[in-house]
C-alpha cells in the first residue's frame, strides 16, 4: 500500500517553479532518497507532503490523508526533521520533548516512555536535563530526530539527518533510520551524502529544477547509466596465451599482464562458461569478481547530462 502519493504536483512562487509536476508514490515499508543539487526542490517537496506549503497545482495524499483538505491529520501521522530544525535552546532536553509530544497528544506515561526509550536509543539520556543551547550541532540534531519519532509516525521526512555528525553519531542515526523500515512506515530521505542513500534507500529519486529526472533502485539506476556490470578476472600467470579463449566470450575493457577488466551482456549466463574454458587451458583462476561502481558515478552523470 502507497502511504505517500503525488499526482502533478507543482509549487510556484510567484513566476518561479519549485516544483513542476511532479508524481511519485513511495509504499508502506518503503524508503526513498530524494537526491539532487542545492535548489533542486527536495525541501519544498517535503514542506508539500508535511502540509506546511500549500501546492499550486496537483494533489497529493500521505497516509491516505489530502495535503490541503485534511492538513492536521496529515501533520499528526507525520514525522518531520528539517535540515535547520529551530529548536528552542533556553529548555531542557526533556521539558522540549515533553512539550512536543504533549502536542502530538501524547499522554504524559507515553511521553515519558517514549522519551527515555528515544534519548538512551540515541546516546543522550546522560544530558536530558541540559539546555539545548549547551548543546553540540550533533546532540542537537538528535534532539531534532527523537522529536520527529516520539509519536511512532506512520510517515517520516528526514531532511539531511546526519549532517554536523561525527561519524560515531552518524553511523547512529543511519543504524536507527534502518530499524524505522517496517511494514506501516514510509520514509523519504533527503540527503547530499550519496553513501548514506544507498546504503539506506530501496528507491532513490534524483531531482532537478523541480522535476524527477531519475527513479529506480541503486542497482537499476547503475545498469541503465553505467551499462552491463564491469568484471575483473585476475590469473596466477600471464594472460598472453589465454587472450583468443576470453575475448571468443566478453568485450573486454582494460587489462593488464596478468588480469582484465570485461563487459557481458548476461553474466549469470557467460561467466561458467568462460571459467570451465580457461579451466581446460591451464589456467589458475585467482579472482573472478564485480567491479564496484559508485552511486556518485550514476549522479553526477544523471545530473550533469
Known sequence: ??????????????????VRELTLSVDAGEILALLGPNGAGKTTTV???????????????VAGYD??????????????????????HRMQADSYLHFFGELQGLPRPKREERIEELMRRFGMWHARHQRLGEYSKGMRQKVALIR??????QVLFLDEPTSAMDPQSAKMVRDAIAELRSSHRAVILCTHNLVEAETLADRIAIIKEGRIIALGTPPELKRELLGNPLLELRLGQPLDGLLPAIEDLVTIEEKGDTWVRYRAQEPGDTNPVLVRRLAEEGANIVTLSEVSRSLEEVYLRIVEE
Open 148 to 153: 520527529a519519532l516520539l509519536h511512532d509516525p
Open 47 to 61: 514542506r508539500m507532503l508535511g502540509s506546511i506549503l500549500k501546492p499550486t497545482s496537483g494533489r497529493a495524499d
Open 1 to 18: 500500500m502507497a502511504l505517500i502519493r503525488t499526482e502533478r504536483l507543482t509549487k510556484k512562487f510567484g513566476e518561479f517553479v519549485a
Open 67 to 88: 495535503v490541503v483538505g485534511d492538513a492536521r491529520k496529515v501533520r499528526g501521522v507525520v514525522g518531520l526533521l528539517t535540515e535547520f530544525p529551530g529548536l528552542y
